[in-house]
């Protein structure tokens, strides 16, 4: 299994990234997906997450701002990010929105710094 995230990179707060993760290995259209983020030496959090069937859901501290949606078809999970605070600098995942434990494998993530 393979979970590639990209699209990350240095931007003002106020400005906006978009994350791609494209998975491999898994029968990606039957997984319910996530978003996640790590602040270094914090535990990595869930942002955003989609079902198979497509519902979304957010962490309230992103509600408003992120918009999480998938392609099946491309085996590919996305996070458009606007209005990007300091506070959302981490390094960001994406996995399957499953118990720690039952997850796949973690990627390498990408990283997201927002200046001030």
């Known amino acids: 299994v393979q979970l590639q995230a990209s699209g990350g990179g240095l931007v003002q707060a106020g400005g906006s990234l978009r994350l791609s993760c494209v998975a491999s290995g898994i029968i990606f259209n039957i997984h319910d997906m996530g978003w996640y983020r790590q602040v270094s030496g914090n535990q990595r959090e869930l942002v955003a997450s989609?079902?198979?069937?497509?519902?979304?859901n957010y962490a309230d501290s992103v509600k408003g701002r992120f918009t999480i949606s998938r392609d099946n078809a491309n085996n590919t999970v996305y996070l458009q990010m606007n209005s990007l605070k300091p506070e959302d600098t981490a390094l960001y995942y994406c996995n399957t929105d499953r118990p720690p434990g039952l997850q796949q494998r973690w990627g390498q993530g990408t990283r997201v710094t927002v200046s001030s």
């Open positions: 989609i079902t198979s069937g497509g519902r979304a």
